[in-house]
Nanobody
Framework: QVQLVESGGGLVQPGGSLTLSCTAS????????VTWWRQFPGNQRELVAS???????YYRESVRGRFTISRDNTWATIFLEMTNLKPADTAVYFC????????????WGQGTEVTVSS
């Protein structure tokens, strides 16, 4: 059974930091690209950052320079280090994994909540 489990969310003050983890089981993680998404109240969803199977990374403009995505294939885990957090970063963060090999299967986690508030 394939599972993606996010962890590391919580309440943090503006300017603070959190590191989210997305751990996979049941797949050959090294062939998967992983994307962090976030969903705001009202269900608006946006891509935050992604890392390909070759570790090429991408960030949306609003988090570039503040967030860092990385992967540890040994532990089948993707990290999202978030610094200088802003109230606008408040959302449920979840990860999705997509195989780089056909048929490009996709899997999703359940999410972890991040609240940035004083």
């Amino acid at each position: 059974q394939v599972q993606l489990v996010e962890s590391g969310g919580g309440l943090v003050q503006p300017g603070g930091s959190l590191t989210l983890s997305c751990t996979a089981s049941g797949i050959d993680f090294s062939t998967y690209s992983v994307t962090w998404w976030r969903q705001f109240p009202g269900n608006q969803r946006e891509l935050v950052a992604s890392i390909a199977h070759d570790s090429t990374s991408y960030y949306r403009e609003s988090v570039r320079g503040r967030f860092t995505i990385s992967r540890d294939n040994t532990w089948a885990t993707i990290f999202l280090e978030m610094t200088n957090l802003k109230p606008a970063d408040t959302a449920v963060y979840f990860c999705g994994a997509r195989d780089s090999r056909p048929p490009a299967k996709e899997y999703w986690g359940q999410g972890t909540e991040v609240t940035v508030s004083s």
